[in-house]
């Protein structure tokens, strides 16, 4: 349904591979464990990120004086 270029850039979403393993368990009536694997470290990896990003935000203002000025 997508263009070639949103095809390979949507696997990079963890919901992409929740719902590649919702579709083989109603195919097959059996739990891919793969896709499961597989999101749950896209999760692990993005919310890791987040919290690197947010600790470097919070740094920074921390060292401006901004946090203290709101």
């Given at each position: 349904?997508?263009?070639q270029f949103?095809?390979?850039?949507?696997?990079?979403?963890?919901i992409?591979?929740?719902?590649e393993g919702m579709r083989y368990t109603f195919e097959t009536k059996m739990f891919n464990s793969g896709e499961?694997?597989?999101s749950?470290?896209?999760n692990v990896i993005y919310f890791s990120?987040?919290?690197?990003?947010?600790t470097y935000m919070l740094r920074?203002?921390?060292r401006k004086?901004?946090?203290?000025?709101l």
């Open positions: 349904m997508l263009p949103f095809q390979k850039l949507v696997w990079f979403l963890p992409s591979h929740v719902f499961f694997f597989i749950l470290g896209l990120m987040a919290v690197a990003f947010f920074g203002s921390r004086g901004t946090l203290a000025k």
